[in-house]
């Protein structure tokens, strides 16, 4: 496939006027993620059915005329797994995308599971294998090799050819308008601001602390994620997690202290201890009243297990009855999001209320083409004391 490698302004905006008439855009990204909190941008690819175009946004300084095409209504955008692309749109410019569809999506809602990758795709449909020796190549590089653009054309060229047979295949399923909204609802996730004084509860061991300890991991939680943000690092560069939980579990007052913490990391004390003082300093001037409840688990939840069992059993028989995957209608993880709502658990239901966005803490099983499937039934599953 021929390709047109963009790499100034003026061919970038007149590739945007061609592609502003298209119905179908196939599109892609690549992108380094190895020592940094945000995805840096390598390539865009894009593809019309037409015009290839690969997108060097190193050379080109305003990619303006890209990110219209994402808001623009009028055409459809087709990506696969298009979870970490959204976050190259969010983190690079704030451009949530409209109209668009993830071809993984659509293919878990053929029976294909949910994580079926873009080269099992094309050669599930053509039987073509995919070179993807370049997957992990870096990408800000420059000059990318031939090999690399050569794999990059190739992760749009296919998109766009099989995207008509998925939509043949999906809408004689009758699945085509929820495979959209289930993109939807994972652009609207993506884009839902992080709430930095909840950080704390994502925290693996958190359950383990009283109030006290909370309420300084909360301060640390959140100190950690604006050190992240402001100097582009993995909040484990920043400092790693059981150091956190360590600092905060013993409230050291001096560095001395701080370097005989069993689990904390000799190089987070070096290089953070200091910092790590001063919120401690910080977080001890709260008043109790303000202090985080102890953080209560769903598995230690009176009679959870059952329940679960209960509901996992409710949830194949609806799918079964819709001919769909169980795996499409509820995850474990899922059902422990409903579970954690119906209990009111650490008080999930006044956080929603509170919070800046409608799906900062929605419930998928209540939520979109899952309540409009199951909603009443579940209603009542639930009333009759989760028993069918």
């Known amino acids: 496939m021929q390709y047109q490698l963009v790499e100034d302004s003026i061919s970038l905006q007149a590739l945007c006027q061609q592609y502003s008439k298209a119905s179908v855009l196939a599109i892609d990204?690549?992108?380094v993620r190895t020592r940094t909190l945000?995805?840096?941008l390598?390539?865009?690819q894009v593809f019309d059915g037409k015009q290839l175009a690969l997108i060097d946004p190193i050379a080109v300084d305003d990619l303006s005329p890209f990110w219209q095409l994402l808001t623009n209504k009028a055409i459809t955008?087709?990506?696969h797994a298009c979870s970490e692309d959204l976050e190259v749109f969010l983190t690079s410019a704030n451009c949530k995308p409209v109209n668009l569809i993830d071809s993984q999506i659509?293919?878990?809602?053929l029976g294909h599971g949910l994580s079926m990758g873009y080269a099992a795709m094309v050669e599930h449909f053509t039987g073509i294998e995919l070179d993807k020796s370049e997957s992990r190549t870096d990408w800000m590089k420059r000059p990318l090799t031939q090999k690399q653009l050569n794999y990059a054309s190739a992760d749009v060229e296919h998109l766009f050819t099989l995207y008509p047979k998925l939509v043949a295949e999906i809408e004689a399923a009758g699945w085509f308008e929820h495979a959209k909204q289930e993109t939807a609802m994972l652009i609207d996730r993506k884009f839902t601001p992080i709430d930095e004084s909840q950080l704390y509860r994502h925290i693996k061991l958190a359950w383990r602390l009283n109030s006290k300890q909370l309420n300084t991991l909360k301060h640390l939680a959140r100190w950690r994620y604006q050190q992240a943000k402001k100097r582009d690092l993995p909040l484990g560069f920043?400092?790693?997690?059981?150091?956190l939980m360590a600092v905060a579990q013993r409230n050291p007052q001096s560095l001395a202290?701080?370097?005989k913490l069993d689990g904390a990391?000799?190089?987070d004390i070096r290089h953070k201890g200091k910092a790590m003082l001063s919120v401690l300093k910080q977080a001890s001037l709260d008043s109790e009243a303000i202090y985080p409840e102890k953080i209560k688990r769903l598995d230690e939840y009176p009679g959870y297990k059952q329940t679960f069992k209960k509901m996992k059993a409710f949830i194949d028989s609806v799918a079964e009855q819709h001919n769909l995957a169980v795996e499409n209608l509820a995850s474990k993880k899922q059902i422990n999001q409903f579970l954690t709502w119906q209990f009111n658990l650490n008080k999930v239901r006044e956080l929603a209320a509170n919070a800046e966005s409608d799906s900062a803490y929605s419930v998928d099983l209540l939520t979109g083409w899952r309540n409009e499937l199951l909603g009443s039934a579940l209603q009542a599953f639930v009333d009759n004391g989760f028993t069918a």
């Open 29 to 31: 990204t690549e992108f």
């Open 38 to 40: 945000y995805p840096k």
């Open 42 to 44: 390598g390539l865009l």
């Open 77 to 79: 955008k087709v990506l």
């Open 106 to 109: 659509m293919m878990s809602f």
């Open 238 to 243: 920043v400092v790693k997690e059981h150091t």
């Open 257 to 259: 202290e701080m370097n």
């Open 265 to 267: 990391e000799v190089l």
